[in-house]
């Protein structure tokens, strides 16, 4: 299951083949028809083009890395070439009815200072991240007393992008902030198959099973 | 500069120009008195004219008309040898068959600016009151009354919406001021490596360039053509020092370094011992006689009044509140001249007016000038986005 051979630098993983695609289409179910979307670190535009044609979706992306804006514009997306850190401060409250964190979170500077902006400038945020509570990660540093290096996060700890990793249970804490101060409209964990984990599972169920959460959050 | 170097002038070449200011080797749409252009400075110029080329065919339902806006001294001679110079077109490298602006899909306009000297009337051109050339009695122009001279001109031929308006410099300022004042016009916008408004330094280097020209005493306080002289060092100086400024540090450094101009060690003297020095001399020169030195001084003056911010009350996004265009903005790394922040300031203001933007800044170390060479990742944006614009305004 280990995966030495690195992606680009400054990707951020989403799962492979087929994982991608069921990911991508668990947070495309959250987000209501026709609506506005912002999507925060959109890639190649995957998920905004799978928005415009199952959503109806008005869409806009901000991305890093100049190969994924080519991309992306080329598929005929608007896309921003910025950084989640320093570029939402300059997009208005209330721009967008969603705005969409895929797989970008943990890669952020400042999680928090983000969160903010995404319940400022969208009436609903949507937060997908990789789950540092699943137990085959803790396992890796149970047993191997190693920085866990697995398919989905494929990085050395030297030289990942990810530099903010937290549980399912961290970041539930986290929207609870006062500063925050987020309201949790739905939860879904994806296991390692990218399926649905029962919503009747309680918490420490899917912070030690879920590989990946994902979050509607809206302001209190 | 030495006179000898002076004689390298080409009269000729000269002489063919100062032809275009009236007659040029283009289309010229002539208007009369009816047709007056209303200017910000509140005069009305009437007669005058504006001078285009166009490539492709339009379309039966005239939806695939790209208009192209020139940097500050650039002119309409795009894609074909030009009429003066005898050098090929000044962005054949993204204009032409099959490259992003393609000419078998659409139908290409470039016309020359208001105060240019290639055919649209500017200070070269007779002053109807006189018959004498303007010089410096030509009222002061600005982007918008370019880009109303340019929206004339589509109005003539028929065009009521631009499928795209795309330039870099100067001309995308045109582009910006085409988004904000006639959005309904505008179906796809790009400028590139410009700013909605120019700079205190960007004015300083253009203040610097003025002087140059006038403290030239064959500049005869603009009516040099009638007393057949010509502000050739005046001119070629401020030429000199903008183009400075359309390179980078990198790119001098690479291109010249300290490398000596056919010579084995220093002169001790004022020659050009240096390659930059020689370089540069040869830019000067060669664009004397290209271009008239008073239309540099009112090319120069219409960017530095450029401010669309300012001109709707201070806030950008004011200037785009509503838009349905669709912008494609872009950068360069090692632009000093419109540095990436003042993208960026379009970027955000366009944002906030929810306007669909996209933005990519280049990685290159060729500074401004970067948009009229090869760089493959500009021309892979601007393909992406004017395929996707012309799938989504239905042009296969």
Redesign the interface.
């Known amino acids: 299951m280990t995966r030495l051979d690195p992606l680009p630098q400054g990707a951020v993983p989403v799962g492979t083949g087929s994982e991608a695609r069921v990911d991508l289409r668990v947070v495309a179910e959250l987000v209501a028809p026709g609506s506005r979307v912002l999507d925060v670190g959109c890639g190649d535009g995957a998920l905004l083009e799978l928005l415009g044609r199952t959503r109806g979706v008005d869409g806009?992306g901000i991305e890093l890395s100049?190969k994924g804006?080519?991309?992306?514009?080329?598929?005929?997306?608007?896309?921003?070439?910025?950084d989640a850190d320093t570029?939402l401060v300059?997009?208005?409250d209330n721009?967008f009815d969603y705005v969409i964190l895929s797989q970008t979170l943990q890669a952020t500077e400042r999680p928090k200072q983000v969160l903010q902006h995404l319940l400022r400038i969208g009436r609903r945020a949507i937060v997908s991240f990789p789950n540092f509570g699943y137990w085959r990660l803790r396992s890796q540093i149970l047993f191997r007393g190693r920085m866990p290096v697995t398919e989905d996060l494929p990085y050395s700890w030297y030289d990942t992008p990810n530099i903010h990793f937290c549980t399912i249970r961290d970041f539930v804490e986290l929207t609870k902030e006062p500063e925050v101060n987020a309201v949790m409209e739905k939860a879904v964990a994806l296991n390692a198959g990218g399926q649905k984990m029962s919503i009747s599972a309680p918490w420490w169920f899917w912070n030690l099973f879920g590989e990946q959460g994902v979050f509607v959050l809206r302001r209190g | 500069m030495g006179t000898g170097e002076l004689q390298a002038i080409d009269d000729a070449v000269e002489a063919t120009r100062l032809r275009q200011t009236d007659a040029p080797d283009s289309q010229v749409v002539r208007f009369g008195p009816e047709g007056a252009l209303k200017l910000d400075s509140g005069h009305s110029l009437a007669p005058w004219q504006i001078a285009y080329q166009t490539y492709g065919t339009l379309n039966a339902d005239k939806s695939n008309a790209v208009l192209i806006c020139h940097a500050l001294t650039g002119d309409q001679h795009v894609h074909n040898i030009h009429p003066v110079t005898g050098k090929s077109g000044w962005w054949d490298l993204m204009v032409g068959p099959g490259l992003p602006i393609d000419t078998d899909r659409f139908f290409v306009i470039c016309a020359n600016v208001l105060g240019g000297c290639m055919g649209t009337t500017g200070p070269a051109s007779a002053n109807p009151a006189t018959g004498r050339p303007y010089g410096l009695d030509l009222p002061v122009v600005t982007i918008p009354d370019m880009v109303r001279s340019q929206a004339a001109l589509i109005d003539h031929l028929g065009i009521e919406s631009l499928f795209l308006v795309i330039g870099g410099s100067m001309g995308g300022m045109q582009v910006l001021e085409w988004a904000a004042s006639y959005p309904e016009r505008v179906f796809a916008a790009a400028p590139i490596a410009a700013g909605a408004r120019h700079s205190s330094q960007n004015i300083a280097f253009h203040e610097v360039g003025r002087q140059a020209i006038m403290a030239d005493p064959d500049w005869r306080r603009g009516r040099y053509l009638e007393e057949g002289t010509s502000p050739r060092k005046g001119l070629a100086v401020a030429r000199m020092a903008a183009h400075i400024t359309y390179m980078s540090e990198m790119s001098l450094h690479s291109k010249f370094g300290r490398r000596l101009q056919d010579r084995e060690r220093l002169t001790f003297g004022f020659d050009a011992d240096f390659q930059i020095e020689s370089y540069l001399r040869h830019q000067g020169l060669s664009f004397v006689d290209r271009f008239d030195a008073n239309s540099y001084l009112y090319v120069t003056r219409a960017m530095d009044y450029f401010d669309i911010g300012a001109s709707h009350g201070g806030r950008l996004a004011e200037a785009f509140r509503g838009t349905r265009t669709r912008f494609c903005v872009v950068s360069f790394t090692s632009d000093w001249l419109f540095p990436t922040a003042e993208s960026r300031a379009v970027v955000h203001a366009l944002n906030a007016a929810g306007a669909s933007v996209s933005f990519a800044e280049i990685v290159t170390d060729r500074g401004h000038d970067a948009f009229l060479l090869d760089e493959p990742e500009l021309f892979a944006i601007l393909r992406g986005f004017v395929d996707s614009a012309a799938r989504a305004r239905g042009l296969a």
Do not use: C, F, I, M
């Open positions: 806009r100049q804006v080519n991309e992306a514009v080329a598929r005929g997306l608007s896309v921003v070439q910025g570029d300059y997009y208005p721009a």
